[in-house]
């Protein structure tokens, strides 16, 4: 079973060379830090922000440069910033290769649902449902049961969308899943210690297994 | 060329009303018109629906207006955290409008290009989707939504000039250049104002001609939201 | 009887302090001679300038600088340069108080005909249909018969359209005329030397003559 | 960063075929992408059609291409003094749409920023809303108009580095933007390649993003259309 970095890690292995990346709030946020070196990828900010540095040293912060999580960070050697319009252009544009985010509950369609719980206070999708509703390629970061411990890999979501027939790939700290076209969650590859039998246990959608289901290989 | 300056934040805001709408630019706390806030905290102006993409913190941004009851309606994306927020939502003295980051962000733009209506795929097949017209184009659904109308726009730049010329600073830039271009009457509060000529004509993200009132700001604390820091 | 600057003389009258103004080629680009000193225009150029200057001095001409014309002009300080869309996003969105162009035939409900003679090479509309369909304000600047002797101010307008119910003003050789709301021409000026009655049988259209036509004054 | 830089115009042009669709930037002779042209001309691919707002002149920008019978269509707002292109389309060699420039602008821009479609009021009334839908918002009517779509945009800008960040000198700007975002391959040639860190990020004017290849041009004539000039 895989902790929080555990699942970064596992994503980071899905960036292609030469790609611009959106990294969501959360879990997706720790992938940057497993970037592999030898590889160019430039990270998207929808704050208005091409090629995302790392976090500033102590006392070098400032006020205007933040992140769409609104933390301080840094410019590197070719950033651009832009407006929120043309931000959200590129996304639209699908000048952005992946998206990562996290979600509380995936479809075996690839429906998402991560912004609202009905009952709870709302604070808002921010950029997830034009992330979502444009990008090519989306990667779901998240745990695969909820903190009462069901499956938030489901027939159909049950709560409010995000977007709809979009999630292409699911990590979570037991499986890497694939969202086939046709419906349906393809196990990939199973955590280190994790057996097939147990993510059946826990995965509520349709889920097709293969003959042979590796295990992640993440360092 | 036009002399758009004013002496400052009161002037500028003078003759906005109750019940106006209002753009304020800004992310989170950053590259938020802080003096323009100020004064209308301060003239105590009530009743206003504000478009923003976030509400500000309990103490500071938007969040002022929400303490002093001003604000009859959000517009935003995310409104974050703010207890004064949350604790007027529930109790239903404050209405709020979820949208989509980039569709807030397209409503004001389309406005500052002249175009009454946009289309984006953001929220189809979603509960924002409701009652609004789905269109197909080459396959792919989108959702035509409309220009966002605004009494007044507050922006605010790190530069510029008394011809309202405006140019922005790193990510402070966001959402300003396009409420900037929507207000039907906008004010732009900068950090320096410089003369005419000290903006290479090159370098100016928001025309002059989208301005309406300029001053120099002051007392600016820029607060930051999320101070997140390495060790050297 | 009004030249060509005379019409342009006159036309500069009608520009308010404090404007933004897009002047069309042919005589309303003459109309930037005649702005008087003590008021403030900022002329916009289509091609993405605001604050158009004056003509280059010999020998300092700037490949990269110019005119929707294509003439090279400068800058002025406090100008600012932007693309073609937001460019006629400005104008689209009527930030430009004020318009001027030519025309081959104006209706009487304010129609404009300025691009196309069926038969002959067409070179394309530009601009102006973008600028006749959005401005609030638009000053047409023209001769009142065309070659042939036949007038221009005609009930409706003959040749294809650039733009519907847009023109507000007119100002010919011989008079300055107002387009009704309800549609009509209002005879506001004469030129100097010029009757009414002259101006009468070269108004093809509906002309509106009140009691007493003062004779224009433009110096 | 990803690196984008190409040897030359040949090597970056070198996929370009018979029958595609090219958006090329510039307004009348300013701001052209000369390199690619001249690149074009050399390769002799044909029956393209192309997207700029202007044809150039008889023996520079696009007319180059229309003197080797390359171009099967035009695509532009205003075609200008060209004689041979007024024979070929006189002849029915050449194919001509006209679109209002805006038009033309918006349609562009509305491809890089992921809109299928945009309205207008430019053209309502005409015969460029033939075919069109017409649809009135707050009583005005607006001709729907789609985005394009090219193979390739060929752009030329100032200044650019390795990642495809571009910078924009005076109204050679223009087109040239909007088109950068708009193509499937987008080309950029500039007068001065830079290294990473050389461009201000406040002062791009198009995000490497949008650029797939971008090369070092050479030899640029930067001819005037209308000399015009006071005396001193």
Known sequence: MLDKNGIAKRIAKEIKNNSYVNLGIGIPTLVANYIPQDINVVLQSENGLLGMGPFPFEGEEDADLINAGKQTITTLPGSAIFDSALSFGMIRSQKVDLTILGAMEVSENGDIANWKIPGKMVKGMGGAMDLVASAKNIIVAMQHVNKAGESKLLPECTLPLTGVRCVKKIVTELAVLEVLPQGGFRLIERAPGVTVDYIKSVTAGKLIIDSDVPEMQID | ?232
């Not at chain 2, 003759?15 to 590259?31: A, K, V």
């Not at chain 2, 790190?158 to 140019?167: E, H, M, P, R, S």
Request: some cysteine.
């Open chain 2, 1 to 232: 060329m036009i002399n758009k300056v004013v002496v400052n934040a009161d002037e500028a805001i003078k003759d906005i009303q109750d019940g106006m709408t209002l753009m304020l630019g800004g992310f989170g706390l950053c590259g938020i018109p802080e003096n323009c806030i100020s004064a209308l905290v301060k003239k105590g102006v009530k009743e206003l629906t504000c478009i923003a993409n976030n509400a500000g913190v309990d103490d500071f941004g938007i969040g002022l207006m929400l303490q002093k009851r001003q604000v009859k309606k959000m517009i935003s994306s995310y409104v974050g955290e703010n207890a004064e927020f949350e604790r007027q939502l529930l109790s239903g003295e404050l209405e709020v409008e979820l949208i989509p980051q980039g569709t807030l962000a397209t409503r004001c733009m389309a406005a500052g290009y002249g175009m009454p209506a946009i289309f984006t795929p953001a929220g189809v097949g979603t509960e924002v989707a409701e009652g609004k017209e789905v269109r197909n184009f080459h396959g792919k659904d989108y959702l035509m939504e409309l220009a966002f109308d605004a009494d007044f726009a507050l922006v605010k730049a790190w530069k510029g000039d008394t011809a309202g010329n405006l140019v922005y600073r790193s990510t402070a830039r966001n959402f300003n250049p396009v409420m900037a271009m929507a207000g039907k009457v906008t004010i732009a509060e900068v950090e320096e104002l410089v003369e005419l000529g000290e903006l290479d004509p090159d370098h100016v993200h928001t025309p002059g001609i989208y301005v309406h009132r300029i001053f120099q700001g002051k007392d600016y604390e820029k607060r930051i939201e999320q101070r997140t820091v390495r060790t050297k």
